[in-house]
């Protein structure tokens, strides 16, 4: 389970790149890359980091579901993702 903390970072990050997402399409299309070093480094989406929607953890992400390996794996035993069991043969 990642601190809150990080998660709190990460989220205010996501509400950064989209506050300035139409500012920085416009300052790229103009070609003003000193703009650009002056909005804030948190404004950049490449910033972001995928996390688990559910505890916050940054590996193992499954970008179709929005969750962990591992959660994803507890949630597909219990049943609880539609169209999705576990293997055996």
């Not at 506050?19 to 070609?31: I, N, T």
């Not at 404004?43 to 179709?64: D, E, I, Q």
Request: aromatic share 6%.
């Amino acid at each position: 389970m990642a601190k809150e903390s990080i998660k709190a970072r990460e989220r205010k990050r996501v509400k950064m790149v989209e506050r300035y997402a139409e500012k920085r399409k416009a300052l790229k299309e103009a070609g003003d890359y000193i703009g650009l070093q002056k909005l804030p480094k948190n404004a950049s989406p490449v910033r972001l980091h995928n996390r688990c929607k559910l505890t916050g953890r940054p590996k193992g992400y499954m970008r179709l579901f929005g969750v962990s390996r591992i959660n994803f794996r507890e949630m597909a035993v219990k049943g609880l993702i539609p169209g999705v069991r576990k293997a055996s043969w």
